[in-house]
């Protein structure tokens, strides 16, 4: 398994951009499916966006869909994702996720989850 920590959250206004990364250790980084997933209070978690092994798939929920932009580099053991145009509902604990299924949606399908990273997003 790979091992995830998580970077890049904070606190932004409304229409605003924070970009989020996601450092992997261990072996064969490039074999995994990378996610984004985030759970905000009292809700579910839910996939943001997912990528393939080499970046040649790419994937959004549909409330992130043009705001959001997941991108991996193998070569660094990283994955990000630019979120542009943020929102009050965009407001959770993101985490990076990786695993073998592709698309990876659901957290029944991830193989290891990083500690997580607050967005908070005000009005």
């Known amino acids: 398994q790979v091992q995830l920590v998580e970077s890049g959250g904070g606190l932004v206004q409304a229409g605003g951009s924070l970009r989020l990364s996601c450092a992997a250790s261990g072996r064969r980084f490039s074999s995994y499916v990378m996610a984004w997933f985030r759970q905000a209070p009292g809700k579910e978690r839910e996939v943001v966006a997912g990528?393939?092994?080499?970046?040649?798939?790419?994937y959004y929920a549909d409330s992130v869909k043009g705001r959001f932009t997941i991108s991996r580099d193998n070569a660094k053991n990283t994955v990000s994702l630019q979120m542009n145009s943020l929102k009050p509902e965009d407001t959770a604990v993101y985490y990076c996720?990786?695993?073998?299924?592709?698309?990876?949606?659901?957290?029944?399908?991830?193989?290891?989850w990083g500690q997580g990273t607050q967005v908070t997003v005000s009005s």
């Open positions: 990528i393939s092994w080499s970046s040649g798939s790419t």
């Open positions: 996720a990786a695993g073998r299924t592709l698309p990876l949606r659901t957290p029944s399908q991830v193989d290891s």
